[in-house]
């Protein structure tokens, strides 16, 4: 029985047509070590188009992501598999994976096993990976202090916090005080200030007052 991210991600790549799902599924659930060769052809047999059914997807995200749900593997096993896929993948292939991390633990029991990769990518530069990881994954699965961290990531290399999965409800007076500190900071130095730092800040300063 299909579960729900699956019905999601097949409802969204039916428009693509073609061979879809075709014998890719098929060939990842009978040998798993296929995905091997196939999570890197995403991108040369879907292209990257935008999604319609799942804003802000590309077509080769939600097919590398469908092609990991096909994985028999669950728990330990299944992190090994993804942390084979994220170590050899090129960025595009680590932001699929990175957003397949919510489903995978929704649907395969993946659990805390996946906060290597999120930390692996938030020590990066790139801004795909930093976004990525900050999905509902991280959101749900990242500690207190990383959540933070995390956060005031994405604010130094400009990623919107709009863009950050459980903001609004993860966001804590510890958090605003690092904001406010931050914002501070760019004032002192007579840089610009991101404007969704106020929200979060003003919010706090409001439930304290």
Known sequence: MLTGWTRRLDAALADLGGHWPGTALHDVEADPARIGALFPAAAREYGREPLRGLPGWTADEAVRVRLLLALPARG???AA???????????????????GLAALDAERGLGERGLPLVADALRANDTRLVSAAMGPYAAARLPAAAYRQ???KCVFVGIPL??????PDRADAELARMLAGYAAERRAAGRDVPPDIEPIVHRHRTDQG
């Not at 084979?84 to 932001?95: K, T």
């Not at 709009?162 to 903001?167: C, E, I, W």
């Open 76 to 78: 330990a096993a299944l």
């Open 81 to 99: 598999a993804l942390a084979e896929l994220y170590a050899h993948g090129d960025p595009a292939e680590r932001v699929a994976v990175l957003r």
């Open 150 to 152: 995390a956060v005031l």
């Open 162 to 167: 709009a863009a950050v999965a459980g903001l």
